[in-house]
């Protein structure tokens, strides 16, 4: 059976996805389309059945594509739509090319720990918290991979590059502010690329075969598969080519069998074998027989390290807070900001909405023109953790911007128009008179005021000639321009307190400027 050309197909595919969802979350300049979001995040599995969930629409049911395609063909969404599994294909070309890793062998099914990471996400979500979830979805790895660490690198990059260019006369480049990030998160991410790294350079498609809880999930339903990888018994000749290449180790080529539902669907097999002795077949919907084999020390491996990372997660939320404290004796005197509750974004909902369907891709996080969407640490409480927040000390909300809810892939922040982002009260103003400069230092200011595109602080007569900040809540949309804008560090005098549930803004009523009555022209 001559299938070779599935490979060149395979590849073809990947390259395209791989392109297409790395450039959604390094695109610092905002060159993609917001219409593409949906488009090719479509068959994205985890986040498709969030969002389906969510709006309950055909528009979001493309995991029931993906499921269709395994049920016909196999894990073809592991090798050719998965980005995290794409990258772990460029790890494993590297290793080849660098002669660290030859062949392949025939590696040990792991079903227990298979199972059991399948099942850890699915007993969290029956008690309503997602961070493992979060932790294992292959997508949202990939985003906060390429958000929090091949983004910066990227913005770096130009960065030096625009420099460069710019003492040579040349300005077709231009250095672009890049707003930082979470240090703990970023640590997550790359201890979860290093895993990958790892366990793809020395071990193949093992993570998508151990830690993975989706591709344990269409592994199990390759089993029935209408089509399968099988191996003619009559035309092999038992070279062996077909499991050196096998980067999922699922190949028992003495035996001429093939553990299908450990298979990643990357083709490499039927691309090697000459006798054209292996390749898609007519499944009588059967489960292949199940072959022993030698004895692997990666699993205990694995779960040693990875005992000692999330041990090494324990002592980081105490210095959350000193890091956004600068030297100095006048915090001693300033108000701390009594903030109840974080700011999620507008589209969210509330609070509960947007943690139940939020796996923390970060998608939002690159999007964002101005930045003030940060990774959280501890600000949604641990089984929160990696959730984009509102951060008003980074930058604030565009009054007009509504790109994450356009970007968003699960629904946990829902799309708005312009007009009903302007009403979408996502939190409250709270002023602090002891912490304002004018009643303070006696000093003029007004900084808050000529930044609140909603009239919900106002400058009132205060003494001696000044002005003070005067709030109206009522009209705040908590877009936190005006916490921003506050000079005073290390507390604001002015900041905004989340809302559990969004609510729905008063209009403000803008004064309108009178003009005045201007003379005729004396001569």
């Not at 309950?56 to 980005?83: D, E, H, N």
């Not at 990471?117 to 990939?142: H, K, Q, R, T, W």
């Not at 005067?470 to 005006?482: L, N, Q, V, Y």
């Not at 560090?489 to 201007?518: C, M, S, T, W």
């Amino acid at each position: 059976m001559k299938q070779k050309h599935l490979k060149t197909i395979r590849i073809i595919i990947s390259i395209v996805f791989l392109i297409a969802l790395t450039s959604f979350f390094v695109d610092f300049r905002e060159l993609v389309p917001e219409s593409w979001y949906n488009t090719l995040l479509f068959l994205q599995f985890v986040p498709s059945i969030l969002k389906f969930i969510n709006v309950l629409s055909i528009s979001a049911a493309g995991f029931l594509v993906v499921l269709l395609l395994t049920l016909f063909f196999g894990r073809v969404y592991c090798s050719a739509i998965c980005p995290l599994g794409i990258l772990q294909d460029i790890f494993i070309y590297v290793s080849r090319k660098l002669k660290i890793r030859k062949k392949h062998k025939q590696t040990r099914p792991y079903k227990l720990l298979r199972y059991l990471m399948l099942a850890l996400p699915v007993i969290f979500l029956l008690f309503g918290i997602n961070l493992v979830l979060n932790l294992l979805d292959p997508y949202s790895n990939f985003g906060r991979i390429s958000s929090d660490l091949f983004r910066p690198l990227l913005v770096g990059a130009n960065n030096l590059l625009a420099g460069g260019l710019e003492k040579l006369g040349i300005f077709s480049l231009y250095p672009v502010t890049y707003h930082g990030f979470h240090w703990a998160t970023l640590w997550i991410s790359a201890g979860i690329l290093g895993l990958v790294f790892w366990m793809s350079f020395y071990h193949g498609r093992l993570y998508c075969n151990t830690i993975c809880p989706v591709g344990t999930l269409l592994g199990l339903l390759s089993k029935f598969s209408i089509y399968k990888i099988k191996i003619d018994q009559f035309s092999c000749t038992v070279c062996g080519r077909c499991s050196v290449v096998c980067k999922a180790g699922c190949i028992d080529f003495r035996n001429m069998n093939l553990d299908f539902d450990r298979c990643v669907g990357c083709f490499n097999c039927i691309d090697s074998c000459e006798s054209n002795s292996i390749g898609y077949r007519l499944s009588l919907l059967k489960p292949t027989s199940k072959t022993p084999v030698a004895t692997d020390s990666s699993k205990r491996t694995f779960l040693a390290q990875s005992l000692v990372y999330a041990l090494g997660l324990a002592g980081l939320s105490k210095s959350l807070k000193a890091s956004d404290t600068p030297p100095g004796d006048k915090s001693n005197k300033l108000l701390p900001e009594k903030k109840n509750y974080p700011v999620s974004p507008p589209g969210s909902q509330s609070l509960e909405h947007y943690k139940d369907y939020c796996t923390a891709c970060h998608l939002c996080v690159s999007v964002c023109p101005t930045g003030v969407l940060q990774p959280s640490f501890l600000e949604f409480g641990f089984t929160g953790m990696m959730v984009p927040r509102m951060d008003f000390h980074t930058n604030y909300c565009n009054f007009e911007c509504t790109k994450c809810g356009e970007a968003c892939p699960t629904g946990a922040i829902l799309p708005l128009t312009q007009e009903a982002k302007k009403i979408t009260q996502t939190g409250r103003v709270i002023f602090v008179i002891e912490n304002c400069v004018v009643y303070t230092d006696n000093t003029a200011c007004g900084s808050c005021s000529e930044h609140c595109p909603t009239q919900a602080v106002r400058m009132v007569p205060y003494k001696d000639g000044l002005t003070i900040p005067e709030t109206h809540p009522s009209t705040c949309i908590g877009c936190g321009a005006c916490e921003y804008a506050c000079p005073v560090r290390p507390y604001r005098a002015i900041y905004v307190d989340g809302n559990p549930v969004h609510q729905i803004a008063e209009e403000p009523h803008f004064e309108e400027l009178q003009e005045e009555k201007q003379e005729d022209f004396p001569f």
